[in-house]
């Protein structure tokens, strides 16, 4: 891993996020449903900035008053990777297992995995199927199911796995490093969303010395991957004027997209729409704004497919005028996902500036439709 004063970031005020954050918070085991160890990093880090709450999912909430109750601006980022759970155990020792969120199978065979025991331990293991010297030619042309697939620990009975402590229903996660690749860019697991809880707590830690027209709301949602779940419970406490949904968004700098709208080193996406939300346009166009002011270079998208935490929160209550932005990741799903560090960079100073413009006046005039 590089080491931060190795990678070129151009960040000069407000003070450069932190790379051993970031990886925290990345390599940290947090599957939906099991996410306490992110959790616990982001409580550390955000002690002292607000006051912290839960809701009874297990989301977390940093509350920091400025210059005024209102409008309270929620920014939002789900904790929650995709991973698995043990659905049984067989008798020589194999684990099979189900899904949380979305996954491909292409992506999944001979990968290294963590079994959050119940036990308490992190148990290593070896995603597995039926050899390919065993496979007709019809089925060396499918994507494997996961119901084809076992994990494998090593273990030979039933008893020696649940000597581990690995019960059914224990979650599990890939194994990564963390690794930097040519450049500024980084891989590593879990940045959909990580580089979402990232962003999070560095705008937090970053209005530590700045005054802000508003109250802020720190919400680190759980269950995200599973039907954006947190968010909607979490909203009930933080009561949202107005929300930013931060993610790790799908890159399509890839071979057969021709109309790109999130290309790794171009800047934040801002999202405009998705089949599970609209953004408010006004705000949308606020957060334009902003970047242009301030010379951050930032990508527009109308996507076809996907949705985030935006799905619960604009429509909570009688409605939250709500954006999404995103750090652009390519390969997400997978335990090699990319993205660059400059677009993480780029994406704190843009929602600090944009917290920093959301007085009542602006937020009011977001929903004036009169």
């Not at 010297?133 to 199911?145: M, S, T």
């Not at 270079?297 to 076809?304: D, F, M, N, Y």
């Amino acid at each position: 891993m590089a080491k931060k004063s190795e990678l070129n970031v151009r960040s000069k005020n407000p003070p450069e996020p932190s790379l051993e954050l970031l990886k925290r918070l990345t390599l940290a085991p947090g599957p939906s449903g099991a996410e306490d160890a992110v959790r616990a990093i982001v409580r550390e880090s955000l002690e002292g900035v607000g006051e912290i709450s839960h809701d009874r999912l297990g989301s977390i909430l940093c509350e920091k008053k400025g210059d005024s109750d209102s409008p309270r601006v929620v920014l939002d980022a789900h904790l929650d990777e995709v991973g698995f759970l043990v659905q049984r155990i067989t008798d020589d020792g194999r684990l099979g297992f189900v899904a949380l969120g979305g996954w491909w199978g292409h992506v999944l065979l001979a990968q290294r995995v963590d079994v959050l025991a119940s036990g308490g331990a992190l148990v290593p293991g070896v995603i597995g199927s039926k050899p390919p010297h065993f496979l007709g030619p019809a089925e060396r042309e499918k994507v494997l199911e996961i119901d084809n697939m076992y994990i494998d620990l090593g273990a030979s009975s039933r008893s020696e796995v649940e000597a581990m402590g690995i019960r059914v229903g224990d979650a599990v996660v890939p194994h990564a490093d963390f690794v930097c690749l040519h450049g500024e860019v980084l891989s590593s697991k879990a940045f959909d969303n990580r580089a979402g809880v990232g962003l999070l707590c560095e705008t937090l830690l970053a209005l530590q010395d700045r005054r802000h027209p508003n109250t802020v709301v720190g919400v680190g949602a759980v269950q995200e991957e599973v039907g954006c779940r947190g968010a909607g419970t979490a909203a009930e406490l933080a009561r949202p004027d107005v929300a930013v949904v931060l993610e790790g968004t799908p890159a399509d700098d890839l071979p057969g997209f021709t109309e790109r709208q999130a290309v790794l080193g171009k800047g934040p996406q801002i999202r405009f729409s998705d089949p599970t939300a609209l953004s408010n346009r006004r705000l949308v166009r606020l957060a334009e704004e902003t970047a242009r002011e301030r010379g951050i270079p930032v990508q527009l998208a109308v996507r076809k497919s996907g949705g985030t935490d935006a799905k619960s929160i604009h429509v909570h209550r009688h409605g939250v005028p709500t954006v999404v932005i995103g750090v652009p990741a390519r390969h997400i799903h997978t335990h090699v996902a990319l993205i660059d560090w400059r677009d993480y960079v780029w994406a704190r100073d843009l929602v600090l500036e944009l917290v920093l413009k959301l007085n009542g006046a602006r937020v009011s005039a977001l929903v004036d439709f009169g």
